[in-house]
Nanobody, 126 residues
Framework: QVQLVESGGGLVQTGGSLRLSCVFS????????MGWFRRPPGKEREFVAR??????YYSDSVKGRFTISRDNAKNTVYLQMNSLKPEDTAVYYC?????????????????????WGQGTQVTVSS
C-alpha cells in the first residue's frame, strides 16, 4: 500500500528557509505525479506546487520563493521554501496522483490526488 511520510517542518523566522521532504513507498515512484498542498490555520487546504511529467507548477503565492524537486532514486519529493513569510504558516501535505499519462488536468486540485501524507507543521514567526 502506498505511504507518504513528510518531514522537515518546524519554526523559522521571517525570511528564513526550510526544506520539506516526502518519502514515497508502496508503488513505483517514477510513475506518479507529486504535489504539495498546505492548510493555513482556520482556512481550507490549498495548492502549493506540483511536479508532473517533468514540469513544475506553483501557486502565485509561492512562485519565485519555493522550489519542488524529486529524487527518483530515493523515492523522495522535496519542497525548498525560501524567503518565508508569516502567511506561509500552515500544515504542509505531500500528495501523490496515479492519473494516467494522457490526463490533462492541472494537478492543482485536491481531488486529482489519490494518496496523502500526514502533514508537517511549518510556523513562520514575524
Amino acid at each position: 500500500q502506498v505511504q507518504l511520510v513528510e518531514s522537515g517542518g518546524g519554526l523559522v523566522q521571517t525570511g528564513g528557509s526550510l526544506r520539506l521532504s516526502c518519502v514515497f513507498s508502496g508503488s513505483t515512484f517514477s510513475t506518479v505525479t507529486m504535489g504539495w498542498f498546505r492548510r493555513p490555520p482556520g482556512k481550507e487546504r490549498e495548492f502549493v506546487a506540483r511536479w508532473a511529467g517533468g514540469s513544475t507548477y506553483y501557486s502565485d503565492s509561492v512562485k519565485g520563493r519555493f522550489t519542488i524537486s524529486r529524487d527518483n532514486a530515493k523515492n523522495t519529493v522535496y519542497l525548498q521554501m525560501n524567503s518565508l513569510k508569516p502567511e506561509d504558516t500552515a500544515v504542509y501535505y505531500c500528495a501523490a496522483s496515479r492519473k494516467p499519462p494522457y490526463y490533462s488536468g492541472s494537478y492543482s486540485q485536491s481531488y486529482e490526488y489519490d494518496y496523502w501524507g500526514q502533514g508537517t507543521q511549518v510556523t513562520v514567526s514575524s
